[in-house]
């Protein structure tokens, strides 16, 4: 059984930093992308960043490259979401998702977390 959980999170002033983590586990290998979606209230759900697991790739919503930067440990099924200059408006909840491509994970057909609450104040 696929199990995601996240940790981190809370709230910060704008210009503040935050780190998300989030680890997976049930997975026979670590050949998947996991990744972080983000879901103001009021406002769809949108793709933030993820990582292939098993290789180097990388990919970021146009909002957050430069301030996020995403990582991983292939040990451990695990990301991390490192998120710098941080403004009002990524306020949210984010969510960590694992799927086996990145075509699955992209169109949040994999697995989720239960999300954890991001809130920046300006």
């Known amino acids: 059984q696929v199990q995601v959980a996240e940790s981190g999170g809370g709230s910060v002033q704008a210009g503040g930093s935050l780190r998300l983590s989030c680890a997976a586990s049930g997975f026979s290998s670590n050949l998947i992308w996991m990744g972080w979606f983000r879901q103001a209230p009021g406002k769809q759900r949108e793709v933030v960043a993820g990582?292939?697991?098993?290789?180097?790739?990388?990919y970021y919503v146009d909002s957050v490259k430069g301030r996020f930067t995403i990582s991983h440990d292939n040990s451990k099924n695990a990301v991390y979401l490192q998120m710098t200059s941080l403004k009002p408006e990524d306020t949210a909840k984010y969510y960590c998702?694992?799927?086996?491509?990145?075509?699955?994970?992209?169109?949040?057909?994999?697995?989720w977390g239960q999300g954890t609450q991001v809130t920046v104040s300006s």
């Open positions: 998702a694992a799927a086996r491509t990145f075509i699955e994970w992209v169109r949040a057909k994999g697995y």
């Open positions: 990582a292939y697991i098993g290789g180097t790739n990388t």
